[in-house]
């Protein structure tokens, strides 16, 4: 039997008819099977966008409580800092005292005079 190239194409487009069709079956069979995982699956996504948005939340306290406390801490600036060395200085020449002060005994003095300029505030 001879086929000519009209009939050819029209069995051609009459296959690929039926191959659209079963790939659309064949694919909202699918869907109807998964529609279950697919609705957990966007729970899932539900709650781990509600948990990260409390983590956000709860970060973002962090950063304020952490901003209000360094807020809260008084700075001693540098000429304070000066200041109390050269009273310590002449105090201590006062008390009869003439060696120099040494970086550590600096240190300390210093730190003595940021917490009592701290406390009394």
């Given at each position: 039997?001879?086929?000519?190239?009209?009939?050819l194409r029209r069995i051609i487009r009459e296959e690929r008819q039926k191959l659209f069709e079963d790939s659309i079956d064949t694919e909202l069979d699918n869907l109807r099977d998964n529609i279950h995982d697919d609705i957990?699956?966007?729970r899932d996504l539900h709650d781990d966008?509600?948990?990260?948005?409390?983590?956000?939340?709860?970060?973002?306290?962090?950063r304020e409580r952490h901003?209000?406390?360094?807020?809260?801490?008084?700075?001693?600036?540098y000429t304070q800092l000066r200041r109390i060395i050269?009273?310590?200085?002449?105090?201590?020449r006062e008390g009869k005292r003439t060696s120099?002060?040494?970086k550590a005994q600096l240190r300390r003095i210093i730190r003595e005079e940021k917490r009592r300029l701290l406390r009394s505030r």
């Open positions: 039997m001879r086929v000519s190239k009209r009939y957990e699956h966007i966008v509600k948990d990260d948005h409390e983590e956000e939340l709860r970060a973002e306290k962090e901003d209000e406390s360094r807020r809260r801490a008084p700075q001693v600036g050269r009273s310590e200085s002449r105090r201590l120099r002060l040494s």
